[in-house]
C-alpha cells in the first residue's frame, strides 16, 4: 500500500511541476508528506494556473521606446498586481512547506518590491526617454550597428557594464588605428620589429642633429666675431692719413700692449665702448656694481642677464639694467634673499613724499622690494624652468624639491633605488661641547671626514658648510693643525687645492656664502651640541639643544637653509653632535628653525634605512605624495585597466622578472624598472611607455629623456601600445636581449 500510495504522490508531483512550468525534482523520501501537503495546496495551485497568463501579461516589460502611454499603462499594472499580491502571499503561504523538497521555487515579490519598482521608474523615465532616442539616431546613422550589438550582446550578455566597455574600447582601437593606417598589414608593418629599429635610428639621428646644430651655433657665433669692423679694416698704406677708424684700432692696440703707465679700466672703457670695442668683445661678465662704474649710463648692450637676481638688491642692479636695451633676470626665489645680517635699520626711517613714474610704480615701493627679482616678477613675463640636473641622487634633492617647491621640480631617477641609496649619510660624534658657537670636537671630525673622503681613488670634490662663522673659523683650525701634524693629510689636501679648475678646489664656508657653489660631497657641520638642563643651579639629569640658528631663524631662514642643502651632486654628509629629537623648535618665530629641524629627521631616517618615517617627513612639509606610486594623472579608470607598464611587467614577471613600476621621488618617473637578476636590488633596465597620457614634443621624446636617464646609467627601450599588442612576445624577447646585454655589461 505505501508503494501505491508513493506512487500516487509522484504522479502529484509531476502535475504540478508541469502545471508550474518547473523541472522534476530529485526527492527520495518523505513522499507521503510531500502528497499531503500538494493535496492542501491544490486548489490555490488549481488557481494560480488559471490566473497565470493575466500575471506573467502583469510582470512584463513594456515595450521600448518607452512613450508617455505605456509609462502610464505599466504603472497601472503596477496597481493591478497590488490587488492581488493579498492572493500570491496566500499562496505562498500555502507553498511554503514544499520550499525544502523544491529548491526552484522563488520568493514572491512584496509590496516593497513594487513600491521600489515604481519609485526607479519615476526617477530614470527622462533617462529612459534619452536613451530611446540615442539608439534611434545611432541606428539611423549606422543600421548595421544594430546587428553588432545584438552579437556583442550575445557573446558577453553576462558581462558587467565597465567589462563591457573594456572589450568595446579595445575592439574600437584596434580598428581605429587599422583604419587610419591603411588596413592590417599597414598596421603590421607600422608597429612591428622593423617600426621599432627605424625608430630607434630616427632617435639617433636627432640627436645627431641636435649635437650639429650646437657645434654649428658656436662656429656661426667665432665667424661673426671674425667679422668685426676693426678686425677687418685695411692697414694704412704709406704716406697716407689714417682714416677715423683705423686711429681708434690703433689707440687700442697701443693700450692693450702697454707694460707700464696703463690707462684705467674705466677710462679705457668710456674711451671705446661706442668706437667698437663691443664688437670685439660683446660678452662681458661683470657684477652690477662694476658695471654701473665702467659703462657710461646708455644702452650699450643688446641684452643683460643678471643672474642670482634673488641676492641683487634693487638700488645694486637697476643701474645696470640702464646700460641695455633688454634685460633677462635670472633667479630662484626660494633661496638666498639679499644678505642684512650684519646690517642696522630703524623701524622710524624717514617719510619721503611718493611720486609716480611713468610705468605708474612707486619710487618708494620700487626700492623697498627685496630684491631684484622680486621687483621683477611683479613688472614682467617670467617663466619658470622645472628640472633639477645638479642631484645625482634623488634623495639629496627630495626635501628642498618637497619643502621649497611644491614637488614642483622635475628630478632624474637614479638606477639605483632611493632606498638603498647611500648618498644621504648621517655621521653622529659622541662627546662633543658647545661653547660660544664652536664644537672642536666636531670640527676634528669633519677633518677626518675630509682625510677619508680624499683617499679615495677617484678624487671627488668637497665643500664643508657650517651654520655660524665660528665654527667654520674652528673647523679651519683643525684642518691647519691636521696639515702639520700629518704629511699625508697635507699632500692629498694640497693636491685638491691645486685643481685647475677653482670649482674642483675644497672650501669651507658658513651659511651665508655657499650660493653659487657645488662640490660632488657636501659636508654639514652642525656645530650644536647637547647641554645639560640645570634648574637651581643643579642638573637635572636632562639634555637639550640650546635653539641659537643666527640668520637661519630670521626671516627666510628658510631659503638660506634651501640653498645649504641643495649644493650637492653625488653625496650629502651631516655631522652631529645631537639627536635631531633633542633640537626644540616651538619657540621660534620664523619657519626656518622648523624646517632645519625637519631635514635632520629627513636626514637621519633616510641614514637609518626607516624610509617610512622619512616619507612621513617628507608629507609633514609638502602637500605632495613623496615616492608615490600608481597613475599619476587621475582620471576615471576601467575596471579591468592595467596601464601599458603594468602589463608589460607581469609578462616579465612570468618569465623570472622582478620590476618595479613609476620609479622615482617627483613627477618625472620611470614607466617600468626592471630589476637586476644577480642583484635585485638594483635597476637594470628602465622601460619607457607613451600611452598618450602626457603631451610630449619630439625632442622631449627622442633627445631630452634618453639623455638625462642615460646620465643616471639607465638603458632604455621604448614600447608603444600599438607594438605591444601586435608584437608582443617580439617584444618580450628584445627586453630579455637587452637584460642579458645589460648583466654581462655590469659583470665586466
Not at 490587488?83 to 503561504?93: A, P, S
Not at 582620471?635 to 585597466?641: C, S, V
Not at 608589460?648 to 621621488?665: K, P, T
Not at 635597476?683 to 614634443?697: I, K, P, Y
Request: glycine share 6%; with cysteine.
Amino acid at each position: 500500500m505505501g508503494r501505491l500510495r508513493a506512487g500516487r504522490g509522484w504522479k502529484a508531483i509531476d502535475a504540478l511541476c508541469q502545471r508550474l512550468g518547473l523541472p522534476l525534482p530529485n526527492v527520495a523520501q518523505d513522499a507521503e508528506r510531500i502528497a499531503s501537503e500538494l493535496e492542501r495546496s491544490a486548489p490555490w495551485v488549481d488557481r494560480l494556473a488559471d490566473d497565470m497568463p493575466a500575471l506573467s501579461a502583469l510582470h512584463a516589460a513594456p515595450a521600448l521606446p518607452l512613450s508617455v502611454t505605456e509609462f502610464e499603462r505599466f504603472k497601472e499594472r503596477i496597481r493591478l498586481l497590488r490587488e492581488v499580491l493579498h492572493w500570491e502571499m496566500e499562496l505562498k503561504k500555502r507553498t511554503l512547506p514544499l520550499k525544502r523538497y523544491f529548491q526552484n521555487l522563488d520568493e514572491l515579490a512584496t509590496s516593497a518590491h513594487l513600491d521600489e519598482l515604481a519609485d526607479r521608474l519615476e526617477e530614470n523615465f527622462g533617462r529612459l526617454v534619452e536613451s530611446d532616442e540615442i539608439l534611434r539616431r545611432l541606428l539611423e546613422m549606422l543600421p548595421e550597428s544594430e546587428r553588432a550589438l545584438r552579437a556583442f550582446e550575445a557573446h558577453f550578455g553576462e558581462a558587467s557594464e565597465s567589462r563591457m566597455e573594456t572589450l568595446l574600447l579595445a575592439r574600437w582601437a584596434r580598428d581605429h588605428l587599422s583604419l587610419t593606417l591603411g588596413g592590417e598589414e599597414k598596421l603590421h608593418a607600422f608597429a612591428g620589429r622593423d617600426a621599432r629599429k627605424r625608430r630607434e635610428r630616427a632617435r639617433r639621428l636627432r640627436q645627431e642633429v641636435e649635437a650639429r646644430l650646437q657645434s654649428m651655433e658656436v662656429q656661426r657665433i667665432l665667424s661673426k666675431l671674425d667679422e668685426a669692423p676693426l678686425l677687418n679694416l685695411p692697414e694704412r698704406a704709406r704716406y697716407q692719413r689714417r682714416t677715423p677708424e683705423q686711429a681708434v684700432r690703433e689707440q687700442i692696440l697701443k693700450e692693450c700692449s702697454k707694460q707700464r703707465r696703463l690707462m684705467p679700466l674705466r677710462a679705457f672703457v668710456r674711451s671705446f665702448a661706442g668706437e667698437g670695442l663691443l664688437e670685439l668683445l660683446p660678452v662681458w661678465l661683470l657684477s652690477p656694481e662694476t658695471m654701473a662704474v665702467l659703462f657710461p649710463r646708455e644702452a650699450y648692450f643688446d641684452r643683460i642677464i643678471i643672474d642670482e637676481a634673488s641676492q641683487c638688491t634693487v638700488e645694486s642692479g637697476f643701474p645696470a639694467l640702464m646700460r641695455a636695451k633688454s634685460f633677462v633676470v635670472v633667479g630662484d626665489e626660494k633661496q638666498m634673499p639679499p644678505s642684512r645680517f650684519f646690517q642696522g635699520g630703524s623701524d622710524d626711517e624717514e617719510e619721503f613724499e611718493t611720486e609716480q613714474d611713468d610705468d605708474g610704480v612707486r619710487s618708494r615701493e620700487l626700492f623697498s622690494s627685496e630684491s631684484l627679482l622680486t621687483l621683477s616678477r611683479s613688472l614682467c613675463r617670467h617663466e619658470g624652468l622645472k628640472w633639477h640636473y645638479r642631484s645625482k641622487d634623488e634623495s639629496l634633492i627630495a626635501f628642498s624639491n618637497h619643502a621649497m617647491y611644491g614637488a614642483e621640480l622635475l628630478t632624474i631617477p637614479a638606477s639605483t633605488p632611493i632606498e638603498i641609496s647611500k648618498a644621504l649619510r648621517w655621521v653622529h660624534v659622541e662627546g662633543a661641547t658647545y661653547d660660544k658657537g664652536r664644537n672642536p670636537v666636531e670640527a676634528e671630525r669633519v677633518v677626518d671626514l675630509l682625510d677619508e673622503l680624499l683617499a679615495r681613488e677617484e678624487k671627488p670634490s668637497i665643500g664643508v658648510v657650517t651654520f655660524n662663522i665660528q665654527q667654520r673659523r674652528t673647523i679651519l683650525d683643525a684642518i691647519d693643525e691636521r696639515l702639520a701634524a700629518d704629511p699625508r693629510f697635507r699632500r692629498r689636501w694640497e693636491e685638491a687645492n691645486a685643481a685647475e679648475s677653482i670649482d674642483e678646489r675644497p672650501f669651507v664656508k658658513n651659511l651665508e656664502s655657499v650660493q653659487g657653489d657645488e662640490r660632488d660631497i657636501i659636508v654639514f657641520s652642525l656645530g650644536h651640541a647637547p647641554v645639560a638642563r640645570k634648574r637651581g643651579g643643579k642638573e637635572t639629569g636632562e639634555f637639550y639643544v640650546p635653539a641659537r640658528f643666527g640668520p637661519l631663524g630670521q626671516r627666510g631662514g628658510e631659503r638660506r637653509l634651501n640653498v645649504a642643502i641643495s649644493r650637492a651632486k653625488s653625496e650629502c654628509i651631516v655631522v652631529s653632535s645631537f639627536d635631531p629629537g633633542l633640537l626644540n623648535v616651538g619657540r621660534a618665530k620664523h619657519e626656518g628653525p622648523r624646517l632645519f629641524k625637519e631635514f635632520l629627521m629627513f636626514a637621519y631616517h633616510t641614514c637609518a634605512g626607516d624610509h617610512e618615517l622619512a616619507r612621513a617627513v617628507l608629507r609633514r612639509v609638502s602637500l605632495a605624495d613623496p615616492y608615490g606610486s600608481g597613475e599619476r594623472i587621475r582620471r576615471r579608470q576601467l575596471e579591468d585597466y592595467l596601464p601599458l607598464s603594468a602589463q608589460i611587467g607581469l609578462a616579465l614577471e612570468e618569465r623570472g622578472h622582478h620590476f618595479s613600476q613609476d620609479v622615482g621621488a617627483s613627477s618625472f618617473r620611470v614607466p617600468l624598472a626592471v630589476h637586476r637578476p644577480d642583484q635585485p636590488q638594483r635597476f637594470s633596465l628602465a622601460v619607457l611607455t607613451n600611452e598618450g597620457r602626457e603631451a610630449r614634443s619630439v625632442f622631449e621624446s627622442a633627445v631630452h629623456f634618453p639623455a638625462v636617464l642615460a646620465s643616471r646609467g639607465w638603458k632604455m627601450p621604448e614600447i608603444t601600445p600599438a607594438e605591444w599588442m601586435i608584437d608582443r612576445d617580439a617584444i618580450l624577447d628584445e627586453l630579455e636581449r637587452l637584460l642579458n646585454e645589460a648583466q654581462a655589461a655590469a659583470a665586466e
